[in-house]
């Protein structure tokens, strides 16, 4: 799912509710490829451009509500 994270207050809230999530969370932007729970890894990506975010889960309750959490900073991609 891309999203866009506007406010600093948006990034720490991105990042906290990702430690409840089981699974591994990743956010791709180019080439890089970063933890989501990772603090440092978040802050290194451009967050003034949008970010592909997926959850690797074999739970889909969980990818489901992961997915909602993330819904507040959803973007339309083009090919939408």
């Given at each position: 799912?891309?999203?866009?994270?506007?406010l600093?207050?948006?990034?720490n809230?991105f990042?906290?509710?990702c430690?409840?999530?089981?699974?591994?969370?990743?956010?791709t932007?180019?080439?890089?490829?970063?933890?989501?729970k990772?603090?440092?890894?978040?802050?290194?990506?451009?967050?003034?451009?949008?970010?592909?975010?997926?959850i690797?889960?074999?739970?889909?309750?969980v990818?489901?509500?992961?997915y909602?959490?993330l819904?507040?900073?959803?973007?339309?991609s083009?090919?939408?």
């Amino acid at each position: 799912m891309k999203i866009q994270l506007n406010l600093i207050s948006d990034i720490n809230e991105f990042i906290q509710g990702c430690q409840y999530y089981t699974g591994e969370i990743e956010i791709t932007q180019g080439r890089q490829v970063v933890n989501a729970k990772s603090t440092l890894g978040v802050y290194s990506l451009d967050l003034s451009q949008p970010i592909d975010v997926h959850i690797h889960t074999d739970r889909t309750d969980v990818a489901e509500d992961f997915y909602k959490f993330l819904a507040k900073w959803g973007v339309k991609s083009i090919d939408d």
